[in-house]
């Protein structure tokens, strides 16, 4: 079984300033790591995903995420957010075996404030 | 449509009644997930379809709950007599198996209100 603690549920933050959402995770087997954004009145969009490789992953907007195995944690950061950023964001993992089935944390919501 | 559909967006229903959910995939899509989304939580699996395998069902709450997918294209959800805590967002993702298809993509949801 696996499990994912996104611990702030809410992060405001002034524009131009940067920016960390945390996620943790518990899972005894390989995992796949996924954050997905939700802005308002929108879908899920897969935001950025480690699979294998370079630890560090980016998005093509400016945000960042970087895997790591022994404290197990996956947290997302921009160096400098816009408006344009205020969403949820949600942490994800599925196994590295078939099916793929992914268990998500909470959210964090980010609000971007003038 | 290039992205995957639900309909209808919003449910509204009473108390013991059925509803179905039902979801398009993106074209071409294997593997199809139901997820389920309660106020100010995260998203929980509830089924998995892979072509033509047995359904993953582990996720599914009760016996309440059913989907049915039809060689790879649509699915139902179907929740028969529901109740209050059925309230949420019922979202739906799908993904290609092709080398490198990890990724799932998601519809807009279906927001279920049972009064």
């Known amino acids: 079984a696996q499990s994912v603690t996104q611990l702030d549920s809410q992060v405001p933050v002034f524009e131009e300033a940067p920016v960390e959402l945390r996620c943790n995770y518990s899972?005894?087997?390989?995992?796949?790591l996924f954050w997905y954004v939700q802005y308002p009145n929108q879908g899920l969009q897969l935001l950025l995903k480690?699979?294998?490789?370079?630890?560090l992953v980016e998005s093509i907007n400016g945000f960042e995420a970087e895997f790591n195995k022994s404290q197990t944690s996956f947290h997302l950061r921009k160096p400098s957010v816009h408006i344009s950023d205020t969403a949820e964001y949600f942490c994800a993992v599925s196994d590295t075996g078939g099916g793929n089935k992914l268990t998500f944390g909470t959210g964090t919501q980010l609000k971007v404030e003038l | 449509g290039a992205g995957v559909s639900q309909s209808p967006s919003n449910k509204v229903t009473e108390k013991g009644k059925d509803v179905e959910l039902r979801c398009d995939p993106i074209?071409?899509?294997?593997?199809l997930y139901w997820y389920r989304q309660r106020l100010g939580q995260g998203l929980e699996f509830l089924i998995y379809?892979?072509?033509?395998?047995?359904?993953?069902k582990s996720g599914l709450p009760s016996d309440r709950f059913s989907a049915e997918r039809t060689g790879e294209s649509v699915s139902t959800l179907t929740i028969q007599r529901t109740q209050q805590e059925d309230s949420a967002v019922y979202l739906c993702?799908?993904?290609?198996?092709?080398?490198?298809?990890?990724?799932?993509?998601f519809g807009p949801g279906t927001r279920l209100t049972v009064l």
């Open positions: 074209s071409g899509h294997t593997a």
């Open positions: 379809f892979q072509g033509n395998s047995a359904p993953d």
């Open positions: 993702a799908s993904r290609g198996t092709s080398s490198g298809s990890d990724t799932q993509y």
């Open positions: 899972s005894s087997v390989s995992v796949y």
């Open positions: 480690y699979l294998s490789g370079s630890t």
